[in-house]
């Protein structure tokens, strides 16, 4: 039998996207089985659950929403809108900065590399040097 292959929304979560992944492989599993009522009750479920995915990654947040979403200051978020790592969504150009929720993952720091204890010693020796 063939695999429903519901579209994964832009932006979601790497967890979510893998359960979903496997949710579709366990009821190709039921379809191949002859449970097809069961295959169609799951494959509602992961309908709608993709549909309220998608709903919450396209709610528009303020800069306030968006930096208590992702811990950052407001002018952070504000900052990111103006040099286009973020689109801004507002309808009035002079009205407040307004982003997609699903966009604030671009904010994401980058990955940084493993720990290295004596960079981080001569640091902090290098502050202390300052102050």
Known sequence: MQS???PLPEGIPPW???FILEAQRETDTL??????QAAAARSALLKKLLGAAQAWLEAELD????????GRCEETIRRAVRDGTIPDRRANPKGRHR???GDLQKLAA???GPYDPGADAQDIARLRRKV
């Open 4 to 6: 429903m292959d519901l």
């Open 16 to 18: 979510l996207a893998a």
């Open 31 to 36: 379809k191949d089985n002859g449970a097809e």
């Open 63 to 70: 800069a306030g929403e968006a930096a208590q979403e992702t």
């Open 99 to 101: 982003v997609r929720r």
């Open 110 to 112: 980058p990955p940084t």
